[in-house]
């Protein structure tokens, strides 16, 4: 699909065929591939980096990459999703597009996603300082999400927006998901944050593009669907309330990611950052408590988050103990769930047909 735009800035033509969808998997479902196909007619290639998937779902990605258009990098084990963005765009880069698609595994796109992004692109009054153009989504505004920026929840319409023609909103931050990176840009802002390894990498690059003097801007149009987490909701007397029912581990990344935004952010004097997160804590703890399933490896998982924040210990979640499993085996964490050690945590390529 060609999408032809002026863009005055520039003075040229963005077009469809300039855009690269990064796409990040890790066991990704069978209907995945009907998802790429979706995003594949709209954009000049797709370029989707696996996180550690079996040997069946690799099947099933190496049957994609068959397509021209569509390439596969292969990590044998998961090295978060701030890592796999980069190398998602670092290729996007090397092959010449100029901007970024990035998409969630889970995430259904709209026909019309990236001729709206590239339209509202060309709309903007100043598009040279654009760093991302976020994608609204169906219950985006709906549900009580557990995670924050700085006091302000993520959702966009609680972050004070500005809005423009009834198109978009400026936003302090937007999910990675449904977001058109400018790659001029992204290479002055810089790479997403990979000690982050998974939650607030959007928040931190956000953060970053602004502090630069650019601005995040997010679509009023839905144009995807997507859920954060498995979110399902209860009702106590006439309240309702929502719960994402992340797992542990991401449970562990939010409180530890949320504790270190907070203590960069320079705004908690004395230690109040860490007083700050740990409520914030003790708030996701009941909800854990009131809503969700595996509730001890949740509250523990969190504990060990805020620890971890508060002594800024980074990368990939670190089991609290490890007790020896078969030889050569499975490790177990002290929340009782097991872990394979890969022979590599190495890279490695699937050739592009």
Not at 63 to 81: F, K, M, Q, R, Y
Not at 287 to 301: D, F, G, P, Q
Request: charged content about 25%; hydrophobic content about 40%; overall charge positive.
């Amino acid at each position: 699909m060609t999408i032809g735009l002026a863009n005055p800035a520039a003075g040229r033509q963005i077009q469809g065929r300039d855009v690269s969808a990064v796409i990040v998997t890790h066991h990704p479902d069978a209907a995945f591939s009907a998802r790429v196909a979706r995003v594949s007619r709209q954009v000049g290639r797709v370029v989707i980096v696996d996180n550690g998937s079996n040997d069946a779902e690799l099947k099933m990605l190496d049957e994609l990459a068959t397509d021209p258009s569509v390439e596969l990098i292969v990590n044998a084990e998961n090295l978060g999703v701030a890592q796999a963005l980069n190398a998602g765009i670092q290729r996007a880069v090397t092959r010449g597009h100029a901007w970024a698609l990035l998409l969630d595994q889970d995430t259904e796109v709209n026909e019309d996603m990236v001729a709206t992004l590239l339209r509202i692109h060309a709309a903007h009054p100043h598009p040279e300082r654009l760093a991302v153009i976020g994608s609204h989504y169906p219950g985006a505004n709906d549900i009580d999400i557990d995670i924050d920026i700085d006091g302000d929840s993520r959702i966009p319409e609680a972050a004070r927006p500005v809005a423009h023609a009834g198109q978009w909103d400026e936003v302090e931050a937007v999910i990675t998901s449904g977001s058109l990176l400018p790659l001029a840009v992204h290479a002055a802002v810089g790479p997403f944050r990979e000690e982050l390894f998974i939650d607030y990498v959007d928040i931190d690059y956000c953060r970053r593009a602004r502090a630069k003097g650019y601005r995040v801007i997010k679509t009023r149009k839905p144009l995807m669907s997507h859920a954060i987490g498995s979110p399902t909701m209860h009702e106590w007397l006439w309240l309702k309330k929502w719960t994402t029912n992340h797992s542990s581990d991401r449970r562990y990344y939010i409180a530890r990611n949320d504790t270190v935004m907070l203590r960069e952010s320079g705004r908690y004097a004395a230690g109040g950052w860490a007083v700050k997160s740990f409520f914030r804590c003790l708030r996701h703890c009941k909800r854990i408590v009131l809503y969700e399933r595996s509730k001890t490896a949740k509250i523990m998982a969190v504990a060990h988050g805020w620890w971890d924040g508060v002594r800024g210990r980074m990368g990939a979640r670190r089991p609290l103990r490890m007790a020896p499993g078969p030889a050569g085996g499975d490790t177990r964490r002290a929340d009782g769930t097991t872990s394979s050690r890969p022979a590599s945590g190495l890279s490695k390529e699937r050739p592009l047909r």
